[in-house]
Every structure is written in structure tokens, then in C-alpha cells.
């Protein structure tokens, strides 16, 4: 349909917050408490925020995913009681190891790094936790509104004024079937963004307003299934990490498995998960190939065998750090959680930056709406010199101490395992420095890393082995994971110049989509001359092809309202 005869309904807000994980509710929880206790006291006109939630998922929840083990400090940041309100807690974490992971064998490190040391730390389902903490806000009076995915932003200029919807109702030519209806505009004083990984709308807006950071942002892909064990295989809030086997050394990441709490069928709940950091060079790297590997470990194997799995997911992780956060604020507009690369990849752990960022965004929009009520001319306040508050807040937080420590970790892996360990070395003992003579150590897009074929082939991987009983197939995993497309819908991965697919990028990098995507998405169809098929229907939406595809012509946006995971337990 032409744009221009399309008529939208306008929604009308204070705030819009685009996405209900920890970090956008925990802006819209943070937010409601402060006008609340302002309020109370009487001290000057009433603030009575329209606030909004929206979420892509069918209900909060369904698309949250996460490893997990939570430092508590963040949520207590904005609820000090959250354990004595019933916040859904796995485990408190019981100890650590960390292995390294040969083929066959490997050995527990004598000592647990301090980075990867969870004492004080929760086993937790953010799946759980973010549905009961969904529950808090609305009894806030905060409307959360699921199955509302943002198509793209509503500018003024440079200035953003909401979030366009996206249409229901198109069929797969993005043709109007008999249901149709026009995504309607959202409008707010104030946006905030809190997407998640490689958000769609915030990709576009960093690239309209050059708000990268020193660095391009770097991501992992995470890969994760949930079993149940018996008790005695596993203790609950047992932590976990093996690095090494099965990633070349060429290749950089880990795994984990985390001890939970009781399963359905009365045995113990594990997390065990695989993470692959995107900037490999070999274009036949496959993430959940490396985790079913990663499962037929010795190690692993005593645990999972004989037990089932029950939830599968796959997600980006931003992996760069502080030099790769891209600038937060503008006129309209604040960037928050994974969104803004408010994760610690040295420490695994981004949940607690999560919900303090949520906090600084919260604390900054009321501050800027007091500022409004007094103001000769309220339309200026909310703008970027007003919400370049948070940015101040940040500085004086300890997320950007955190942060600052790490700075040149991921780095320092760019060469190699060995090379990266060394350099977690320097950056423990000198304060986050790489080297001792530089800092700011520099990284180039995940994308621009891969190593053309040069006339060689790319050989099939062979079978993995016992497929159906410790291993599985990505449409197996992606059955599990609960994802659920309407078919006869436009797809939302964008194939911005098919005739790359079927010709260049077969010949220079052999498809490598078909390796990356976790969820195989992307399928080398044999008959014929044999070419690459599209099955949108089982995205679980973890972003990596739009990160990694070599030629950046993967557009991946939000389909119709609701579709995709729908998590239980991860």
C-alpha cells in the first residue's frame, strides 16, 4: 500500500518505552515510584505521567532470555525488597568452577577468576523474573501493552516523537488481507529504547545521528537449552564455566551450566548454554553446532544424559564494552539496557546493568518533567540538553566503574584464546588497560571479519553425534523454543539484494547464514543447482544474521504483533 493513503491512528503519551525486559520495566517501575512520592508530599502540582510499555512478544516475557545469574544490586536499586515481594528465585548460588575444556578431558583452573566469582549472586529464570516484575508495574498503574512491535521511529527533524507500529494484516506480497490494520503512531515527549541486543529501531537512529561509540559494538551469539536432570547430578545453585573445547583457538567464547531449582517432573532444572563471539573469521562457524558439541563433553555428559530438555533460545549479547556504547541521549530519545551496551562481558553478566540503567533513565525524565511543569516553554524540556542528564548520571554510577575496569577485554581476544587470556590479565591487574602502554584498545564490525573462500569449498560438517538423546537439530531446538510466526505475513528478514545471496556470496563466503542462524532460518536446498531458502517462521530473533552477514544486506525487522519465542524457563 502507498504510505501516504494509509490512515494511522495517533496514541498520545508522556513516555514510550519500546520494550518490557529488565531494563524498560525497570524504567517504568522506577519512574511511577518517584512521581508517586512526589505526590505525596504535596510540595507542588501533581506529576501524572502517561506512561507506556510496549512489547513485540505475545505477553512479557515470551521473548526474554538470559543465562542466568543475576547480581542482585541492580534490582535493588529500584526495590530494596524484592526477595520479600516474591521476586522467582532459582537458587542463591551455593559455588563456582571454571574448566578448561579439552576434546575427551580438560581440568578445573585451581582458582576462579574474580570476574567470574559469584558469591552474593542468584540463579535465576529472567523468563520468570521478568513476568512477575511485569506484574509489579502494572499494579503501579503503569499500561503494558504485549504483541505491539515497533515498525520504525516517528521523527520531527532530528527530534524523536514515538514509535509507528507495525501493520497487522499483510499477507507474505504485503498485500492487505481481509483483517487488516494499520500499525498506529505512538507519540511521546520522551522515547525510551530498551530493545534488547541490536535493536531494529535503534539501529536506525544510531545510524541517522552518528551516535556510535569509539568503537563499533561487538555481540556473541548465545545458544541455551533448559533440562531436567536428576537431583543428584546437579546441586542447585552450582555455577559452572568452561572455556576451551569445542571452539578452535581461533574462535573465542565459553559455556556454563547453572544448577536451578525443581523441575515438573520432580528432578533438578539446569541451565546449559554456549556462547560464540561473532567477530570468528572462518565463514562455517556455527554456533549451536559448537553447543551440541560443547554437551558431549565427558564432563557435561554425566550431567544431561538420560535427563530431557525441555526450552531452547538463542540470543545476541553486546560484547564490546565501554568503548563500543553508542552516545545514550538526544533530542526525544534515551538508549538503555543491551540496547546501549550495558553488559560486562568479562563477568558474563549484563541484568544488574540492565535495571540500574533503567533507574538513571527513570531519575533523568523526572527530573526533566518537574523541570516542564514550571517551564515558560514546556515543548523544550524533554529535549537531548535535558536528557543528557542520564549520560551525568551514568558517570557518577558504579555501572560505569564497572564498566571502565573492563574496557579492553573483548579486544584483546581479536588474535586468538591465548592472546586474549593475557590480555584479561592486564586489564584485571591494571585497572582495565589492555597493555601497559595503550589504552582503547581498537575493533573493527563482527561482519568485516570473515575470511573470503578463495576458490576453496566449504565441507558440509558431519553428523552430530547421537542426534535426538544429547544432541539435537536446530528445528528440534527451535520446536522446543516455542516460536511461532503467521505464515502468510511479509517476512521480517529483509533480503535488501537477493541476487547477492545466490551468486556472490555463494561463491566468496559459501553462504555462511546457513552456519550462523541458530534456529535455520537459512537452508541450502539440494535440488536443482541446489539454493538457499528463506523460513522466517523459525527466527527466535537473537539478530545474528543481521549482525554478521558479510555484506550487511539483512534488514531484520519486527513482524506482526506477537510473533516469535514463546520462553517458559529460560
Not at 545458544?223 to 552450582?238: A, C, I, L, T, Y
Not at 514546556?378 to 543528557?388: D, H, R
Amino acid at each position: 500500500m502507498e504510505e501516504g493513503l494509509v490512515d494511522r491512528e495517533v496514541m498520545e503519551f508522556d513516555v514510550v518505552i519500546v520494550g518490557a525486559g529488565p531494563a524498560g520495566l525497570a524504567t517504568a517501575y522506577h519512574l511511577q515510584t518517584l512521581c508517586d512520592a512526589h505526590n505525596a508530599k504535596a510540595e507542588g502540582p501533581p506529576l501524572e505521567p502517561e506512561i507506556v510499555v510496549l512489547e513485540k512478544g505475545k505477553e512479557v516475557g515470551a521473548h526474554i532470555f538470559s543465562g542466568a545469574v543475576m547480581d542482585p544490586k541492580g534490582i535493588a536499586e529500584i526495590m530494596p525488597d524484592w526477595k520479600e515481594q516474591g521476586a522467582p528465585i532459582e537458587a542463591e548460588v551455593t559455588g563456582d568452577e571454571v574448566w578448561s575444556f579439552k576434546e575427551g578431558g580438560g581440568k578445573k583452573l585451581p582458582f576462579t577468576p574474580p570476574s567470574l566469582r559469584n558469591h552474593g549472586c542468584y540463579v535465576v529464570s529472567l523468563n520468570k523474573l521478568i513476568r512477575w516484575f511485569g506484574e509489579k508495574v502494572e499494579e503501579k498503574g503503569v499500561a503494558i501493552f504485549p504483541g505491539f512491535p515497533g515498525r520504525e521511529l516517528v521523527y520531527e527533524g532530528n527530534k524523536v516523537k514515538g514509535v509507528q507500529l507495525a501493520d497487522a494484516g499483510l499477507d507474505k506480497e504485503g498485500k492487505p488481507k481481509s483483517n487488516y490494520e494499520p500499525g498506529g503512531i505512538v507519540q511521546g515527549k520522551v522515547t525510551v529504547l530498551a530493545e534488547g541486543s541490536r535493536g531494529s529501531l535503534t539501529k536506525g537512529l544510531i545510524q541517522k545521528l552518528s551516535l556510535q561509540g569509539r568503537n563499533p559494538q561487538n555481540y556473541e551469539t548465545g545458544v541455551k537449552e533448559v533440562w531436567e536432570v536428576p537431583k543428584d547430578r546437579f546441586e542447585s545453585g552450582f555455577v559452572l564455566h568452561a572455556m576451551g573445547w569445542p571452539h578452535p583457538k581461533t574462535v573465542t567464547g565459553g559455556g556454563w551450566i547453572y544448577g536451578m531449582g525443581d523441575g515438573p517432573g520432580g528432578g533438578r532444572l539446569v541451565s546449559v548454554g554456549f556462547v560464540t563471539s561473532l567477530d570468528y573469521k572462518d565463514p562455517s562457524t556455527d554456533p549451536h553446532r559448537y553447543f551440541q558439541l560443547f554437551k558431549t563433553h565427558p564432563k557435561l555428559r554425566a550431567i544431561l544424559e538420560g535427563g530431557e530438555m525441555l526450552d531452547y533460545g538463542a540470543k545476541s549479547l553486546p560484547a564490546g564494552g565501554f568503548f563500543s556504547m553508542p552516545k545514550p541521549t538526544g533530542d526525544g530519545f534515551i538508549l538503555i539496557g543491551d540496547n546501549a551496551g550495558f553488559m560486562n562481558n568479562m563477568r558474563l553478566k549484563g541484568i544488574h546493568l540492565a535495571f540500574l540503567s533503567g533507574k538513571l533513565a527513570a531519575e533523568t525524565i523526572f527530573e526533566a518533567l518537574k523541570k516542564e511543569q514550571v517551564a515558560e516553554n514546556p515543548a523544550e524540556i524533554l529535549s537531548g540538553e535535558s536528557l543528557a542528564g542520564f549520560r551525568q548520571r551514568f558517570e557518577q554510577s558504579w555501572a560505569k566503574t564497572e564498566l571502565y575496569a573492563t574496557r579492553n577485554f573483548h579486544q584483546g581476544f581479536e588474535k586468538g584464546r591465548t592472546a586474549g587470556m593475557i590480555n584479561a590479565a592486564f586489564v584485571t591487574l591494571f585497572g582495565g588497560k589492555g597493555t601497559l602502554w595503550r589504552d582503547g584498545l581498537p575493533s573493527i564490525p563482527d561482519y568485516a571479519t570473515k575470511e573470503k573462500l578463495n576458490g576453496r569449498k566449504i565441507p558440509e560438517p558431519p553428523k552430530l553425534p547421537e542426534l535426538g538423546s544429547l544432541t539435537f537439530d536446530k528445528v528440534t531446538d527451535v520446536f522446543r523454543s516455542g516460536t511461532i510466526h503467521e505464515e502468510d505475513q511479509p517476512s521480517h528478514l529483509q533480503i535488501l539484494e537477493p541476487d547477492v545471496c545466490a551468486s556472490k556470496c555463494t561463491q566468496e563466503y559459501g553462504n555462511p547464514c546457513r552456519f550462523f542462524c541458530p534456529a535455520q532460518v537459512y537452508e541450502w536446498v539440494e535440488e536443482g543447482s541446489g539454493h538457499l531458502q528463506l523460513n522466517p517462521s523459525n527466527c527466535v530473533h537473537c539478530k545474528t544474521c543481521d549482525i554478521v552477514d558479510p555484506y550487511q544486506i539483512i534488514n531484520w525487522v519486527t513482524p506482526e504483533g506477537g510473533g516469535g519465542p514463546g520462553y517458559h524457563l529460560l
